[in-house]
């Protein structure tokens, strides 16, 4: 069973239709990039598969919980590593928020920074605990927006080698890039999306 299908999703903002008749299926521990040029659609397809946005019409179905990191990070720069974390999963109502945290602090390496404000970290630290934040409550499905945009080289592999981790254990990840070295590299499937339908 998919952890995401999505079924003629349409999203029409104002009389611009940005996501048109869009289908898909998401499945346990699958890598999928979706590519495509500025205002294709592709942030808003991800944003209604991760509930923020109520599709004009269509519907997607999800199976469990859906992790969502958007390109720009809601993290809150005065807050340390561990209080971001903390109130993202209180936020999120998961069982055991003190556990949750310190197991993603654990696995996302980020000891030594747990009491570092967010806001003094490096790029690669910083989107660490933006993706360490949308996989807090172990969702069925990541979904990620431009995930390694603002980052070097060094500090993507390092990023990639955390999101395989999850993938191995049965995530399912769904992550939009204009890297397109990045996109037919990493990935078990490529969609391509151009003004608002996959092609």
Same mark, same amino acid.
């Not at 979706?34 to 109520?54: D, E």
């Not at 005065?78 to 310190?102: H, I, K, T, Y």
């Not at 967010?118 to 499905?141: D, E, F, H, K, M």
């Given at each position: 069973m998919p ?12 009389a611009r ?11 346990? *521990? ?103 934040? *949308?996989?807090? *409550? ?61 092609v």
């Amino acid at each position: 069973m998919p952890v995401i299908t999505a079924i003629d999703l349409v999203y029409d903002y104002g009389a611009r239709r940005a996501v048109d008749g869009v289908s898909l299926a998401l499945e346990r *521990g699958e890598l999928v990039a979706l590519i495509g040029p500025n205002g294709a659609g592709k942030t808003t397809l991800l944003s209604m598969l991760a509930g923020v946005l109520a599709p004009t019409t269509g519907a997607a179905v999800t199976h469990g919980r859906v992790g969502w990191v958007p390109q720009i990070g809601a993290v809150y720069s005065r807050l340390s590593v561990a209080e971001n974390l903390r109130f993202f999963a209180r936020l999120e109502a998961v069982p055991d928020a003190e556990a949750a945290v310190a197991a993603m602090i654990e696995q996302m390496e980020l000891g030594e920074r747990r009491a570092e404000p967010v806001g003094r970290l490096s790029g690669g630290n910083r989107q660490r605990v933006n993706v360490g934040i *949308g996989l807090l *409550g172990a969702p069925a499905a990541l979904l990620l927006d431009e995930p390694t945009a603002a980052l070097d080289p060094l500090q993507r592999e390092r990023l990639w080698g955390f999101i395989h981790r999850f993938v191995a254990t049965g995530t399912a990840v769904l992550f939009s890039t204009h890297d397109m070295e990045e996109a037919g590299q990493r990935p078990d499937r490529v969609l391509e999306m151009v003004d608002g339908r996959l092609v």
